[in-house]
């Protein structure tokens, strides 16, 4: 018998850095997820195969139960995914020790429903899934692997838009009604590259700015953002975002440096420099963005929840 198991991608409209601080922000889950199938077998082995959105394998390895020393948990990889891999399975044996034991063995397909370079969460999603096939907590597995602020386990736990605050390690995750009436008005538009987060959250942490001033401003433009009625409160908003995130990381906005020329506002999601942007506009904007040589062009309606 197979179990089956889903986590929804996820976008970071709001807070993005100061999320890790304690500010409130604006997380919306994706239409666009992954899948976790998991079956039980006689061998004592976890058989790991992962796909792309266009069902090719990716990945695969084949790792020997039980698992190695938890305090050596790259023992045996090959290559970087296989040793993420095999951190995130010795978590689980930290919160339940004995369930990767030698009584049975595993085979794990995962199918991914977006390109891996989209970066909706490929890995939060990963974690999520893990977390409820094993019965852990996704959040400590996400701080034992691959760090972050949870953001990502909140929206890949939740089928509707929320607002998301961390205080500590202990996260607030609250369902909120995002929906606006201008949402036909919005796209997100992919930059053709992935952006590495770690380096854009280094680059926030060595910055001098007030990051208390910074969180209390960003945490009150969420509620503003949320409650926006109009097009044009709402890009008013995101320009405010993108100006104290530019001032407190030390880089040009988005469209300071793509899109001078475009005549609605364009605000980063997450880590800057990459993924996705949110571009609010007429409806030229698909054509703009096609224009310059951006294809992926998203509508609100098809990308969330």
């Known amino acids: 018998m197979k179990n089956k198991f889903y986590s929804h991608g996820k976008l970071l409209v709001t807070g993005e850095y100061a999320v890790l601080d304690g500010a409130l922000s604006l997380a919306l889950p994706t239409r666009y997820g992954q899948v976790m199938e998991v079956e039980e077998t006689e061998n004592p082995v976890l058989l790991w195969e992962s796909r792309d959105e266009l069902d090719q394998v990716w990945f695969k390895t084949e790792i020997p139960l039980p698992l190695q020393d938890p305090e050596t948990p790259g023992k045996g990889a090959t290559t970087e ?16 020790p004995g369930f990767f034991s030698a009584a049975k063995g595993y085979r794990v397909v995962c199918q991914l429903g977006f390109p891996r370079d989209w970066g909706l969460g490929s890995s939060s999603t990963l974690v999520n899934n893990i977390a409820q ?8 597995l996400l701080s034992m692997s691959f760090g972050g602020s949870g953001y990502d ?42 952006q590495n987060s ?6 926030y942490r060595e910055s001098q700015a ?93 990308m969330i929840l």
């Not at 995914?81 to 339940?96: F, I, P, S």
């Not at 386990?153 to 201008?182: E, M, Q, W």
């Not at 770690?198 to 680059?203: A, H, L, S, T, V």
């Open 153 to 194: 386990i909140a929206c890949a736990k939740h089928a509707s838009p929320i607002l998301y605050h961390r205080a500590g390690t202990d996260p607030t995750v609250k369902t909120v009604d995002f929906n606006p009436p201008f949402r036909d008005s919005l796209y997100f538009v992919h930059l053709n590259k992935k």
């Open 210 to 302: 007030d990051k208390s001033g910074l969180v209390r401003e960003l945490s009150e433009l969420t509620h503003r953002v949320v409650e926006a009625k109009t097009l044009q409160e709402f890009s008013a908003y995101m320009v405010k975002h993108e100006e104290l995130i530019s001032n407190t990381i030390g880089l040009p906005t988005v469209k300071e440096s793509l899109f001078p020329d475009y005549s609605g506002s364009i605000k980063s999601l997450g880590a800057w420099g990459g993924d996705f942007v949110l571009a609010a506009g007429g409806p030229e904007t698909p054509a703009y963005f096609s224009n310059k040589g951006y294809k992926t062009i998203v509508p609100f309606r098809e």
């Open 133 to 140: 096939w094993t019965g852990t907590d996704p959040y400590k």
């Open 198 to 203: 770690r380096e854009g959250i280094r680059r």
């Open 81 to 96: 995914t296989e040793l993420t891999l095999r951190k995130l399975l010795q978590a689980v044996e930290h919160q339940r």
